[in-house]
C-alpha cells in the first residue's frame, strides 16, 4: 500500500540503531461490553469501520510505524481472530518479509493487566514496546513520539517507565465517549504526568496538592482524548506482574503515579496535535469515526485504499461520496455527501443517503432515508424505511415502511417490521439478554454461549409481525438495560451541554451557600434503626426509658448529632400513624393515633426537646414532613396543638418558626395551610391576653 | 482618566513587628525613602493627578512633614478610625462614598483624529498675545493655530490664523471641515485644530495599591487589559524569585511561605481559579463545568500577588452590601473569581450591582451572534484577569525578609524612578576620599562617612555617622545611627538611631531603634531589642 510504502521510507532515514526489532503488543479486545450486543457474535476488533475490520487500521498504523513483529492479543472470540488473521495477508506465508504477526492469547485472559503478565511471563519485551488497543484509530507515525521516549530514558536513566500518547480534543467533541472522559495533570515544562482521572458524573473535580508541589507550572486539562496507545519500556511489563491487582491501563497509570516517591517511576504524556487519534470506545465514537474516516481526516487510511485493495473499481463524487463500482442506484435516488456505498449495492429510486455507510451486497429499496446509518454487509431495508444515526449489522432486514429513531443498535440477522416505528436507543439481538447476563460474572463480554437459554417467542410489539430479534434495552427503567443504553452510545453532544449545565447551576447554589453536604448515610441508617425501635416500642410496650437508651445507643452507634436525633424523632413519629393506619386514613383517625404516641412517649420527647434549639429543630422536621406527608395537610394546626399543650413547644419558638421567612415552595405552601394560620392566631390572641393580664 | 486611585496604608504591619515597633509600615525607610513614596510614584508615572489615601491620623500627621517625599501628586487622606482593627474590605468601604461620580481634568485636544481626551499631553501652543482671555461661553473651541511643521528638530512654530467658533453641538466633521476651509498652508505646514476644554470623565473604576509595593513597573499594560476586556479586576502578579540569602535575626529555615494557586487560561491573563494553600485541605477542586469551558488551565504556584488591582466601581458597592468580606486579596477577589462563572441567581446575587451597559446590550439584541457561545473565552458579565510582570522589580515589603530584599534591590531601580537631578549619594552628604562606597549602595543626607571604611550593598540612611575603618556590607542602616570605629556589620538592620560602639561586629542581626551596642560585641543571628553589655 502506499501509505506503508511511505512511512516505511521515512523510518529508513532515522538513526537505525533506534529502531531495532521494535515490538508491538495489540490488544485485541476492550475488555468491557459496551458493543453488546453486538460483540456477542464478533469481536470488536472485527468489526468493520466504513467496510474494514478495526483491526486492519491498527495493523496498518503499526507496519507502517516501522514495527517488526507484532503480538496480538486476543482474549474473547480468540478463534475468529485467528482465523482472520490467518486468513488475511498478514499471514506468515502471503506476508513476505513484512512485519510479523503473531496470534497470542486466549479467553484465559480477562484483562488487560493478564495480557502484560502474560508478555512478562513469556518475556516478549526485551527493549521499548509500543502498546495499542485494537479499537484505536490513528494516523499517527511513531518515529518522533519514539525518538523522544528513548532520549528522556537515556537523560532520566530509565525513570521515566511509559510514554502515553493523547490527543487533543476538546470536551463535547463527538469522538469523545463518556468512558473515554479523562482530566490529566501535566507539568508544562516536561510533559510529565502528574495527574490522571476519569471524569464520570463528578461536578468537581479534585487534584490532590501535592501534584503541584514542586513545580512552577501544572497545566490541567480535559480537552485530551486517551486513544490507548503507550510507548512502554520493558518495566512495564514486569511492574504489571509485580502488582497482581492491577486490571487496566487507568489501574497502572495510577499506581505508578502513586507510588512514584517510593518507586521512583514516572509516565510522560506525548500530545498530539496535527494527526488523528481516537478509539472507538462506543458507538457514538465509532460513528463520528466512520464520518471522519470518509472525510479523509485520517489519510493514509481513506475509503479508496481499502475498496481498492479488494480489486473493486471505485467511483468518488464530490462531497466524499464513495461509490463502488459495482453498486447501482436508481434513479432520482440522490447521495447528499460522506457516503460510502459498497459494491454489489443496489439502492433503489427516489432515496435520500447522507452521512452513511452501506456495505456490501446491500439492498436498499426506493424512497428510503438513511441519515447517518451504519449498515454493514448484506443489509436488507425495505422500501419507504428511514434510519437515522443508527448500527445495523450484518444480515438485518428491515421489512417495509419502518422507521429506526437515532442511537438504536439492530444486531446480526435481525428482522424488522414490517410497518415499525423503532423507538431511540434501542437495541435488538437474535440473543437474549439474559445470555449476556449469565456471562457478565466473567468480565470479557465476547464469548457467547448461544443455545444454552430457552428460546423465547418474538415479541410483536417491538420487531413487528414478521420480526425477529429480542429488545436490549428500550428506556433506562431497567437498571442494567438503562446502563447498556447509554454506554452503548455515549453522551451525544446536547446530553453532555445540557448536563454541563445543569450542574453548572447545581454547584453554583452550592457555592451560594456554602458546600452542601448530602445527607450522610449513617443519618438515614440511624433513622431505619430508630424506626424499629419505635415500631418495637408499640408492639412490645416497651418502657420509655428504655427506649431512650436504645435512641441513645443508636445515636452513637452511627455518631449522628443530637439535632439529627431531635428531626428524626419527630418525623418517625409523624410518619408511625400513617404506616399503620395508612396513607389516606381519616385526618381524625390519624389525629387520635398520633395523640396517642405521643402522651405515650412523652417523656422521650421531653429528653431530647429541651433547649429552644430544639425546638426549632423539632419544627422544622415539621415542616420537613409535612411536605411528603399527605396525611398532615389540614391537620397540621391540630398537630402543633398537640405538641403546645403537651408543653414540648413553647408559643415564642412556634411564632419565632411561623415569622421566619419560608425557605421553599413548600413551606410557602405551608404558610397558607388554613389550620396552621387558624393555629398561630389563636396562639397569638393568647399572648396578648397573657400580656394585657 | 476614569479611575481614583486608593492607597491602602493603614496595614499595621504585623509581619514586620521587629521594625514597625517604632515607625509605623507605610513610612519605614526603603532606599532611603518612606515605603509609601513607591505606590505614589507607581501612580504619579501612570498620570494620576490626586489619590486617596486610607490610612491613620500619626501617619498622616508624619506624612505632612516629612521632607523627603517629592510627589506632586496631590494626596487626599481618609483617617481610619484608630481604635478599630479595620481591614483592607473596611477600608474601601469607607472610601467609597469619597469617590466622586465625576472629575474634571484640563486637557487640549486635537481636531480630526482623536476624539478623546488623551493621556498622554499633546503640546499646549503657547498663548497667543491676541487671543481672547477667555473663550465665550458654549466655546468649545476657541482657537484654529497653524503650526509650521518641526523645523530642523525645534519645536513646531504656532501661529495663530483665524478664531473661529465652533459651537459644542458641533462634530468633529465639522471642525475638520473648518479646517479645510482656511487658507491652504504653505507645503510641509502642518494644520492643527487645537483648543482647550475641561473633559468631565466618570469615574467608573477604581485602581487600589497597597503601600508596601516596592516596584518599577509600569501600570499601562495593565490598564490596557482592564479596558480591552472590560473586566472586572484585574490584578497585578509577578513571579517569586526564591531568595537565598539569611534573614537578620532568623535561625534555622525560613519558615514557609503559603503559596496561592492560580489558575489561569491559555493566554496567561485570564483568571479561573484562585485559591490559597491555607485555605486549601488536600484537594484543589475545580467545577466540571469549568473544564468544559476553558479546558486548559494552567494552574501556577509561583506567583505573587503585588496587592494592586484595578477594580469596576461597582465592586464597591457589591463590597458595602457583602459585609462579611473582610480582606480584599483572602476574600473579594476569589469571590469575584469564582462569581464569573456562575448564573445570575435572582435579586441579591451580585450581578444585581452591575450598571446596565446600554451599548452592549443594544449590540447584543442586534447581533446574531449567542451569548452562550461568546462565554466561552471572554464572556460573562463578571471577569477577572492578572497581568503578569516579566522582569523588572517587584515586591512587598510586607515581612523582614520582603523588606530587606526590597532594600537590596531598589538601589538598582531608584535611578529610573527619581528626578534626574538626585543620585543614590546625596550631595549633602560628606564622604571621605579614603573611604570605599559602592556603586549599589546610597548614602542618605549629611551622613558622614569617615576614612578608611567600606560600604558595599547597603543602604546608609539621613544624619548617620560611620567611623573609621567601619565595613558595612549588604546591611540597611536606617536615620540617625552612628556606627563606632573599626564595626563589621554584615547582612544587618539598624534601625533609627541606633549606637554601636566601636569594633562591634553583626552578622545577620537586626538592632532595635535607639539601641546602644556596647563596643567590641560580637552577634550573629540575632535580634538585639536591649542594650547590650559585655
Known sequence: MAARGKSGHRVGDADPDEHQALMAVLVADSFNQRFAPITLDKPRALLPLVGVPMLEYALETVAAGGVAKTYLYCCAHSDQIRDYIASSRWAAERNGGGMVVHVEGGSSLRSLGDVLRDVDAKSLARSDFLLLSADGITNMTFCGPLHEHRQRRQRDRNVSVMTMVLSECAPGHPVRCRDDDVVVAVETASNRLLHYQRVGGHGRLKFPLHIFQGFDEVQIRYDLLDPHICLCSPQVPQLFTDNFDYQTLEDFVRGVLINEEILGNQIHVQLLRDTYAARAGCLQAYSSISIDVICRWLYPHVPEAWLRQRGAGLLLGRHNVYRCSGASLGPGSVVQQDTVIGDGTTVGSGCYITRSVIGRNCVIGNNVRLEGAMLWDSVTVGDDSTVQRSVLCDGVVLKPECTVLPRCVLSFGVILGPRLKLAEDTALSLHLPEEARADEEGFSDDETHIGEMSPRGYVETDVGMEGKGYVWCVSSHDEIDGKIASTLWGLSVAEAKELGESEESDSDSDTAEGPATPPPDDTKMFSVEVMDSLQRAVDECVSCENLILEINSSKYAYNVTLRDVTQTLTRLVLELPTLRTGLDAPPVKYLASFKQLLMTWLPVFKNYIKRPSDHLDCLTAVEETWSSLPALHGTIGKVLMLFYESELLDEEAILRWFSQPPSSSNSTALHKDLGLLKFIQWLKEAEEESSDD | ?534
Open chain 2, 1 to 534: 482618566m476614569e479611575f481614583q486611585a486608593v492607597l491602602l496604608a493603614g496595614g499595621r504591619g504585623s509581619r514586620l513587628t521587629e521594625l514597625t515597633a517604632s515607625v509605623p509600615k507605610p513610612l519605614l525607610p526603603v532606599g532611603n525613602r518612606p515605603m509609601i513614596w513607591y505606590p505614589l510614584n507607581l501612580l504619579e508615572r501612570a498620570g494620576f493627578e490626586e489619590v486617596i489615601i486610607i490610612t491613620t491620623k500619626e501617619v498622616r500627621n508624619q506624612l505632612n512633614t516629612f521632607p523627603a517625599l517629592s510627589t506632586k501628586i496631590h494626596l487626599d487622606y481618609q483617617i481610619i478610625p484608630e481604635d478599630s482593627d479595620s481591614s483592607t474590605a473596611d477600608s474601601l468601604r469607607l472610601v467609597r462614598k469619597r469617590i466622586k461620580g465625576t472629575r474634571k481634568r484640563n486637557s487640549c485636544w486635537e481636531g480630526g483624529d482623536s476624539t478623546h481626551c488623551i493621556d498622554a499631553p499633546v503640546p499646549i501652543p503657547p498663548k497667543h498675545p491676541k487671543a481672547p482671555q477667555r473663550p465665550q461661553k458654549h466655546h468649545l473651541c476657541s482657537f484654529l493655530f497653524r503650526a509650521s511643521g518641526p523645523t530642523k528638530g525645534g519645536p513646531p512654530v504656532w501661529h495663530r490664523c483665524r478664531l473661529t467658533e465652533v459651537r459644542k453641538q458641533d462634530s468633529l466633521a465639522t471642525i475638520a471641515g473648518l479646517q479645510q476651509r482656511c487658507p491652504a498652508p504653505e507645503p510641509g505646514v502642518h494644520q492643527v485644530v487645537l483648543g482647550r476644554r475641561t473633559a468631565v470623565h466618570k469615574v467608573t473604576n477604581v485602581l487600589v495599591v497597597s503601600c508596601d509595593l516596592v516596584t518599577d513597573a509600569c501600570l499601562q499594560p495593565l490598564v490596557d487589559l482592564f479596558r480591552l476586556r472590560n473586566a472586572a479586576l484585574v490584578a497585578l502578579v509577578r513571579q517569586v524569585d526564591e531568595p537565598t540569602e539569611p534573614i537578620p535575626g532568623q535561625k534555622g529555615k525560613r519558615p514557609h511561605e503559603q503559596r496561592d494557586f492560580v489558575g489561569l487560561d491559555e493566554s496567561g491573563t485570564r483568571l479561573l481559579s484562585l485559591a490559597s494553600e491555607a485555605d486549601l485541605d488536600d484537594d484543589l477542586s475545580l467545577k466540571k463545568s469549568l473544564l468544559c469551558r476553558f479546558s486548559r488551565i494552567h494552574i501556577k504556584t509561583n506567583l505573587m500577588d503585588a496587592h494592586l488591582y484595578c477594580l469596576k466601581k461597582w465592586v464597591l458597592d457589591l463590597l458595602a452590601e457583602e459585609k462579611s468580606i473582610s480582606s480584599v486579596k483572602g476574600e473579594l477577589v476569589p469571590f469575584l473569581v469564582k462569581k464569573q462563572f456562575s448564573a445570575p441567581l435572582g435579586q441579591k446575587d451580585l450581578h444585581a450591582f452591575i450598571p446596565a451597559d446600554g451599548l452592549a446590550g443594544l449590540a447584543q439584541e442586534r447581533s446574531a451572534w449567542d451569548e452562550t457561545e461568546a462565554a466561552g473565552r471572554h464572556g460573562g458579565a463578571i471577569r477577572c484577569y492578572v497581568h503578569q510582570l516579566r522582569g523588572g522589580l517587584c515586591l512587598r515589603a510586607n515581612t523582614l525578609a520582603s523588606y530587606v530584599e526590597a532594600n537590596k534591590q531598589v538601589a538598582r531601580v531608584l535611578p529610573s524612578l527619581m528626578v534626574a537631578e538626585e543620585c543614590l549619594i546625596h550631595p549633602s552628604a560628606s564622604i571621605s576620599e579614603k573611604s570605599q562606597v559602592g556603586a549599589d549602595s546610597m548614602v542618605g543626607r549629611e551622613t558622614q562617612v569617615e576614612e578608611r571604611t567600606s560600604v558595599k550593598r547597603s543602604v546608609v540612611g539621613d544624619y548617620c555617622v560611620v567611623r573609621l575603618r567601619s565595613k558595612i556590607t549588604s546591611s540597611i542602616v536606617m536615620h540617625r545611627v552612628t556606627i563606632g570605629e573599626g564595626c563589621n556589620i554584615q547582612g544587618s538592620v539598624l534601625c533609627e538611631g541606633a549606637v554601636l560602639g566601636a569594633g562591634v561586629e553583626l552578622k545577620d542581626c537586626l538592632v532595635g531603634s535607639h539601641i546602644e551596642v556596647e563596643p567590641r560585641v560580637k552577634r550573629t543571628n540575632e535580634i538585639i531589642e536591649r542594650m547590650i553589655m559585655i
